[in-house]
C-alpha cells in the first residue's frame, strides 16, 4: 500500500521498505530515538539492545510490515504496521485490532509532516485490512509523540499500560477504525 501528500512544494510518499533500504530504515528510527533521548538510560548509558532491535528492520520485515516515507526521493521515515498473525503485536489481542510500533522521523526532516503521513498511512492500513480498532503503547516522556496521536484521535488508555522489560513502563492508546 503506497499513500501520497504534498507538503509544500514538496512529495511525501509513504510506501513498503525495500530490502536494499533496510540499513538506512534502521538508523532513521535509531537516529529518530536517540536524538530526543528515547535510547539513554537514567545513568546516562545508551540501551544498545533496543537501539539494535530498531535498527534491525530485516528481521522486523519478515513477518509485519515496515514503511518508509520519501520525501524528495530521500527515506526520511519509518514506521511498523503489526496487522493480525504478526509476532510483532505488544497490544493488540484481538483480530480486529491492529498496531504500529518504532515510528521515526529522520531529525533533520521533523516538523515537515513525516510523523503524520506515517500515522495517516497506518490508519488507512487498518480500514482497508477491516479491522476495529488500532492500539499503540508509547514511553512517557514521548510527548512529541503523543500529541501526534490526539491530533490522530488516538486517546489515552491506563488499561493498555505495561512494562516489556523490568524498570520500562510503557502507557497505551486506541483508536477506533472508522
Do not use: N
Amino acid at each position: 500500500m503506497t499513500a501520497s501528500q504534498a507538503v509544500g512544494s514538496a512529495r511525501l510518499m509513504v510506501r513498503p521498505v525495500r530490502p536494499e533500504e533496510y540499513a538506512r530504515a534502521g538508523a532513521i528510527v535509531v537516529a529518530a530515538y536517540r536524538a530526543e533521548g528515547y535510547l539513554r538510560f537514567s545513568d546516562g548509558s545508551e540501551d544498545v539492545a533496543y537501539a539494535a532491535k530498531l535498527a534491525d528492520v530485516e528481521t522486523r520485515a519478515q513477518d509485519s510490515e515496515v514503511a518508509v516515507v520519501e520525501l524528495d526521493g530521500r527515506l526520511v521515515g519509518t514506521v511498523t504496521w503489526c496487522s493480525p498473525g504478526s509476532t510483532m503485536r505488544e497490544l493488540a489481542t484481538r483480530d480486529d485490532q491492529g498496531e504500529f510500533r518504532m515510528l521515526g522521523v529522520d531529525p533533520a526532516a521533523a516538523g515537515l509532516g513525516v510523523g503524520t503521513a506515517m500515522v495517516r498511512w497506518c490508519l488507512a492500513r487498518a480500514e482497508s485490512d477491516g479491522l476495529r480498532e488500532v492500539v499503540i503503547s508509547s514511553l512517557p516522556d514521548m510527548a512529541p509523540a503523543h500529541r501526534l496521536y490526539a491530533a490522530h484521535g488516538f486517546v489515552r488508555r491506563e488499561d493498555l499500560d505495561w512494562s516489556p522489560v523490568p524498570g520500562t513502563e510503557l502507557i497505551g492508546f486506541s483508536r477506533p477504525v472508522a
